[in-house]
Structures are given as C-alpha cells and as structure tokens.
Nanobody, 127 residues
Framework: EVQLVESGGGLVQAGGSLRLSCAAS????????IAWFRQAPGKEREGVSC????????YYADSVKGRFTISNDNAKHTVFLQMNSLKPEDTAVYYC????????????????????WGQGTQVTVSS
C-alpha cells in the first residue's frame, strides 16, 4: 500500500521556522520525484518545491526561494522541507506527493504529474 505521511506542521509567528517531514512507503522511492505542494483557503494548489530521489536535482518556486530548503534521506524514504523566515502568506495545508517526473531549475512543479499524495499538514503563520 502506497503511503505518504506528512508531519511537522503547526502554528508559528512570522519570521519563525518549521520543518516538515514526508515519510514514504509502498513504492520504489528511489525512482520517484517527491514534491511539496500547498493550498491556502480559496486558492489553487501550488507547487512549492521538489527533489529527485535518483539524482538529487531540486526546484523551488520563486515565492519560497531563499527561505525554504528541501532535502531527503533516501535510506529512510523521507523528504524534508525546512521553512525559515515564514510569512503569513505561507499559511496553507502542505502536501507531499510522489511522481515519475522531472524536477529541476526551470521545470515547474505540476500537480498533474504526481500520482501519490499525502493527507496534508496545516501550517499557520501568524502576523
């Protein structure tokens, strides 16, 4: 059974930090790209960042570049999203997803290319 389980969300003040984790199981993790998406109330789901498990290439959306860092522990099939300098506009439900797709600079994260999704974790940034 495929599972993606997010954790680490919570309530934080503006300027603070959170570290999200995505634990994956039930599929060939090493062949997949893992991405983080977020969805704020009334807005479309937005691709935030991705990392290729096979070659480590990374992408960040402009809205988070310089503040968020994605990393992985392939041995533990886990992907992390370190979020620093958080802003109220970062408030959203954050989802991790897995797909057999590309990841890298200049290649936007497209939700249609991801097959497996977690249930999401809420991140709330107060001003």
């Amino acid at each position: 059974e495929v599972q993606l389980v997010e954790s680490g969300g919570g309530l934080v003040q503006a300027g603070g930090s959170l570290r999200l984790s995505c634990a994956a199981s039930g599929f060939n993790f090493d062949a997949y790209t893992i991405a983080w998406f977020r969805q704020a109330p009334g807005k479309e789901r937005e691709g935030v960042s991705c990392i290729s498990s096979s070659d480590g290439t990374i992408y960040y959306a402009d809205s988070v570049k310089g503040r968020f860092t994605i990393s992985n522990d392939n041995a533990k099939h886990t992907v992390f999203l370190q979020m620093n300098s958080l802003k109220p506009e970062d408030t959203a439900v954050y989802y991790c997803a897995a797909g057999l797709t590309w990841c890298g600079v200049g290649y936007e994260v497209d939700r249609d290319e991801y097959d497996y999704w977690g249930q999401g974790t809420q991140v709330t940034v107060s001003s």
